[in-house]
């Protein structure tokens, strides 16, 4: 990684450079040899593959979301069965097959060394070990309960991933039909569709509006092939950065609250996500108040966070947790301010929201079961209707012509 750095020494006009280091602790580290401290340091961005693709993999680490999962699930074995910090993490680095991590791993174990405290370690990669991890393993060193503060991030994570993995496995089958169905029609429209219009033509034919309009197209893109092509590839990668972009995620979020048995498989993943990180980040021991803070960050989506955000004020002020999920029932389910308020009442907050996670993760693990049962008939009409016209368009002039004769 590349850091825009400001060097400060005594005596001598601040210095800007360009540092490439593993982690920002290893540009304080050098910065500090070469005498001087650091005054400002900022990521520089550089383009690599792996930015390219946020499907399951930490942005421009080149460490899949799993590999920290598993990392956090050995470190709790090693620290139960006795094992420093710094040793587990060498026994990590060892065994880990991902020079990424290998890399990360030694950075950490040498901060540890040092004298570092391991959540202060992390938190030098917040690329690759999200808010809650470092919260949750700051309250475990606090408490003294690392092992097992890391055994329940582990379990928090895992949790996550699956839930997301199940929703975007859902949404694989009808993709793969529509862009099936995308690619067909584009090579019949180039390769099919010419030749029954120059029959059309040679026996001179009237053709009706819709075969004219087909037929338009199909010599559009016959004439410009490489640029259909060209503009086919533009249209997937527009779309994709424009669901990934922060305006385009919460028009699309806002249309699929909107639909049928989507909009409620969507509450609930949310529902699921925020219960589940609330509850591990509260049974951990982190406050209240900067557990709804990491909880809005993971949330991410605009319209749950500030639900989110706004509990969090509610509690600042001193009123109860539930009193903003109770007044935005059209997004987090009304069951969940109902059992928070509960938990409310018997103290056992933390309890109660792990229920509510594990109530709504198996009613979306239930659902996404069957959404392809719900999805196939809906692309069949969908399917059926662009067959149908083209089949009527394309079959009109030939029937045109058999009766003529």
Do not use: W
Request: charged share 20%.
């Amino acid at each position: 990684m590349k850091f825009r750095v400001t060097i400060r020494k005594e005596g001598v006009p601040d210095e800007i450079r360009t540092i490439e280091a593993i982690s920002r602790f290893d540009v304080y580290s050098q910065v500090k040899n070469e005498g001087g401290t650091v005054a400002l340091i900022e990521d520089q961005k550089s383009f690599t593959l792996a930015s390219l693709s946020r499907f399951n993999i930490s942005i421009g680490t080149g460490i899949k979301r799993m590999e920290i999962i598993q990392m956090a699930k050995n470190l709790s074995a090693m620290l139960s069965a006795g094992l420093s910090i710094s040793r587990a993490l060498s026994v990590i680095e060892r065994q880990s097959s991902n020079k990424n991590l290998k890399a990360i791993s030694t950075g950490l174990s040498d901060a540890v060394k040092k004298g570092d405290s391991f959540h202060a370690s992390l938190a030098a990669y917040p690329k690759v070990f999200p808010d809650i991890f470092v919260a949750m393993v700051r309250a475990g060193e606090e408490s003294g309960s690392l092992a097992e503060s890391l055994t329940v991030v582990a379990l928090q994570m895992e949790r996550a991933e699956s839930l997301g993995r199940k929703v975007k496995g859902a949404m694989i089958y009808p993709a793969i039909v529509l862009t099936a169905v995308v690619v067909v029609g584009i090579l019949m429209l180039i390769y099919v569709v010419p030749t029954l219009t120059s029959t059309f033509t040679s026996l001179g034919v009237k053709v009706p509006l819709a075969t004219r309009i087909i037929v338009a197209l199909s010599d559009f893109m016959v004439a410009n092939v490489v640029l259909v092509f060209v503009g086919l590839v533009a249209c997937i990668v527009g779309i994709i950065a424009f669901a990934r972009s922060r305006v385009g995620s919460n028009i699309i979020l806002a249309v699929a609250l909107h639909l049928p048995v989507i909009g409620e498989l969507v509450r609930e993943t949310y529902a699921a996500r925020a219960a589940r990180t609330l509850s591990s980040l509260l049974s951990a021991g982190v406050p209240v108040l900067e557990a709804l803070s990491i909880t809005k960050e993971v949330v991410h989506a605009d319209a749950f966070a500030n639900v989110v955000a706004e509990a969090e004020e509610h509690v600042r002020k001193g009123e109860l947790l539930s009193v903003s999920f109770s007044e935005h029932t059209k997004l987090y389910p009304i069951l969940m301010s109902d059992m928070l308020a509960v938990g409310e009442e018997t103290g056992k907050v933390a309890e109660m929201l792990k229920q509510i996670a594990e109530f709504y993760e198996e009613n979306v693990s239930e659902k996404t079961k069957d959404l392809s049962t719900i999805i196939e008939p809906v692309l069949m009409l969908v399917i059926g209707t662009f067959v149908g016209i083209f089949a009527v368009a394309m079959i009109a002039p030939i029937y045109q012509l058999s009766s003529a004769i």
